[in-house]
């Protein structure tokens, strides 16, 4: 399937900073009974850092599954592993075979945010990186494949079993091709598996929702359809008809509970895939909504950057209730990238030069 290549080596191109301790406190999950205490705990300068991690003019970010770290790339094409507070962990450059640099595409934590895989474009070849932050000084572990010219890989995760990568193919649909998958051994407890997306194969799909977490997938008939994929498994796990046509969404870490916001009047709701259940929770209108997640328990939808206002609203599903939780540290644009982490403690909003950290607060702050 292409030609690969595999090498270990300590530094691709530069390493700063080592890992003094990735051990950190554990937060409280954004829930319905402490969603007052939602409020933003941290503001991470980049431009203030910039000695350390170099030029970062996008707050495009992967978070840990536990909120406690972050990853960003720079101007030079070099990945940077800060903590939420803003200490670095690591900077470093992935090349290729001929030792060119290649431009990140996607990056994820490990379940326990030890390790980060970085997805790179490298002409008509992907360099796929498995960086340890546990060593002194941490050590990359790189794949790189050849793919045919109309497949493009879009996303990288890691399986919850921690002994293998996950890259989902976009270009054909996984019942048309010969070889739908295809594995890679990169060490002898780890496999990187490369997967056409079963969301080609949806002929009634008009729109794919963004900011759904791999291994599941979302897509939208145009009778407002919503089917649910599992990319992992290369197939179509269940489909619920929801009426008006979704165009934002976000599905818990278990592809239970969806929250979505209808297109043409703004309203919000709380789909349970497995009962089929659509509840309407608000209408708040036909405002833009850059970021809408759910809870890990269902109770919980919080909504960020409202009709372009630099603004963080949640309400409470049992009761529809709202709470509008205060504005986030705006920059001249909506932001790059706002993450909920896996566990459900943290949100990041990147936003230019700058990431802002929202979490529970402790009791009586």
Known sequence: ???SLLLLCCLLACSVGA??????????????HNLARLQSVGYVDLASLQDDIGVVTNGWLALSPDGARMALFNEANEIVVLTAEGALIDRFAVTDSEGLAVSPVDAVFDTVGTKLATLHAAGASF???LRDLTTTPPTSLQHEETLD?????????????RHSMWTELVGACPDEVATPAWAANLKADLSLHFAYSPVECDRTAVVRLGRITPPYAVTVSSTGDLTLFDLQRQTWVTSVPAGPAANIGHLDPTGRYL??????????????????????????GEGYIQALFVGDQGDVIVAVDIDFQPVVVAWEVATNQRVDLGEYRACDRSPDAIRMSRDGTTIAIGCDTGVEIWRISSEGQ
């Open 1 to 3: 399937m292409g030609r």
């Open 19 to 32: 890992v003094s301790s990735l051990a950190q406190p554990a937060f409280e999950p954004i829930a319905a």
């Open 127 to 129: 360099v796929v990186n």
């Open 149 to 161: 010219a109309q497949v493009i890989p879009v996303s990288l995760w890691f399986g919850m079993d």
């Open 259 to 284: 929250a979505w916001r209808a297109a043409d009047s703004g309203d919000i709701h709380r789909l349970e895939f497995a009962t089929g259940e659509d509840r309407l929770i608000a209408a708040p």
